[in-house]
């Protein structure tokens, strides 16, 4: 099956890197415009070029996602250059792990602001355009731990519960305009984020005790899933959680 897009533009946060990179990679060669988004101006500047240089079109913003007055701000200089973005994509993501007794206020509120207002922040200011066109895509990348919990991360699965709990409520609160929101779980992917977990072979031997195909995922793997959501073909999908992780989650 081919995927269609029709002259689509896609915000995709956390784009500098891992998974966020790839997603942005890959719906740019589906010709889609991509504005590629994350904290620093060298990481997403990166991604953009790297499309840019493969014959694509992208554009890359610098915004921390955690700052809803710095995301108001930038949507709204972006909704000025491209009155609609069809697709939005909220892959950026912390972690700061810690036994609960141990886990501090600060790494609470960051990994929460990041992870979880971020979606509410991005989806606020650019699903009110996609609801007027009556076409939108909105995919939240969620975790396998907001599934199904995971020691050391109240923090991280408490945020990406929420995103699911938030991708259900607007899957519900946009199907009437047509603008489809779904969200993909990834389990363990060869990332920035997991590098020292994978490799650590003791660790990573433990962790895969839980993954019933025995391999960490790539981040094309999530990519893939995600691409599809967003394009025409996935127009009947919505409200869903796509877990892409070797099976930890069935
Ligand atoms: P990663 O390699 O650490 O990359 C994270 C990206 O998010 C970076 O581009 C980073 O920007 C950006 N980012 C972080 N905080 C930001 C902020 N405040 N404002 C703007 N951008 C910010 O992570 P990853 O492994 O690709 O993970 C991507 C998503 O998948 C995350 O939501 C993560 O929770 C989720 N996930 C990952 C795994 C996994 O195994 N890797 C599993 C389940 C879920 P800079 O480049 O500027 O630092």
Same mark, same amino acid.
């Given at each position: 099956?081919?995927l269609?897009?029709?002259?689509?533009?896609?915000?995709?946060?956390?784009a500098?890197?891992?998974?966020?990179?790839?997603?942005?990679?890959?719906?740019?060669?589906?010709?889609?415009?991509?504005?590629c988004?994350?904290?620093?101006?060298?990481?997403?500047?990166?991604?953009?070029?790297?499309?840019?240089?493969?014959?694509?079109?992208?554009?890359?913003?610098?915004?921390?996602?955690?700052?809803?007055?710095a995301?108001?701000?930038?949507?709204?200089?972006?909704?000025?250059?491209?009155?609609?973005?069809?697709?939005?994509?909220?892959?950026?993501?912390?972690?700061?792990?810690?036994?609960?007794? =141990?886990?501090?206020?600060?790494?609470?509120?960051?990994?929460?602001?990041?992870?979880?207002?971020?979606?509410?922040?991005?989806?606020?200011?650019?699903?009110?355009?996609?609801? =007027?066109? =009556?076409?939108?895509?909105?995919?939240?990348?969620?975790?396998?731990?907001?599934?199904?919990?995971?020691?050391?991360?109240?923090?991280?699965?408490?945020?990406?519960?929420?995103?699911?709990?938030?991708?259900?409520?607007?899957? =519900?609160?946009?199907?009437g305009r047509?603008?489809?929101?779904?969200?993909?779980?990834?389990?363990?992917?060869?990332?920035?984020?997991t590098?020292?977990?994978?490799?650590?072979?003791?660790?990573?031997?433990?962790?895969?005790?839980?993954?019933?195909?025995?391999?960490?995922?790539?981040?094309?793997?999530?990519?893939?899933a995600?691409?599809?959501?967003?394009?025409?073909?996935?127009?009947?999908?919505t409200?869903?959680?796509?877990?892409?992780?070797?099976?930890?989650?069935?």
């Amino acid at each position: 099956m081919t995927l269609t897009f029709t002259n689509r533009t896609a915000l995709v946060t956390g784009a500098g890197r891992g998974i966020g990179k790839a997603i942005a990679e890959s719906l740019a060669q589906h010709g889609v415009t991509v504005i590629c988004v994350s904290k620093s101006a060298d990481s997403c500047g990166a991604t953009a070029a790297a499309i840019v240089a493969a014959g694509g079109k992208a554009k890359a913003l610098a915004v921390d996602v955690a700052d809803g007055a710095a995301v108001a701000k930038a949507a709204e200089e972006l909704l000025k250059e491209y009155p609609v973005i069809d697709i939005l994509v909220n892959n950026a993501g912390i972690t700061r792990d810690g036994l609960l007794f =141990r886990m501090s206020e600060a790494d609470w509120n960051d990994v929460i602001s990041t992870n979880l207002s971020s979606c509410f922040h991005w989806t606020k200011h650019l699903a009110r355009p996609m609801t =007027r066109a =009556r076409w939108g895509r909105i995919v939240n990348i969620t975790s396998v731990s907001g599934i199904m919990g995971n020691a050391g991360q109240a923090n991280y699965s408490a945020a990406k519960a929420g995103m699911i709990g938030l991708t259900k409520t607007l899957a =519900r609160e946009f199907a009437g305009r047509s603008v489809t929101v779904n969200a993909v779980a990834p389990g363990f992917i060869k990332t920035d984020m997991t590098t020292d977990f994978v490799n650590n072979p003791e660790v990573s031997a433990k962790i895969l005790e839980a993954v019933p195909l025995k391999r960490f995922g790539e981040a094309a793997d999530i990519a893939a899933a995600t691409v599809f959501l967003c394009s025409e073909q996935a127009g009947y999908v919505t409200g869903q959680v796509f877990a892409v992780d070797g099976g930890m989650a069935m």
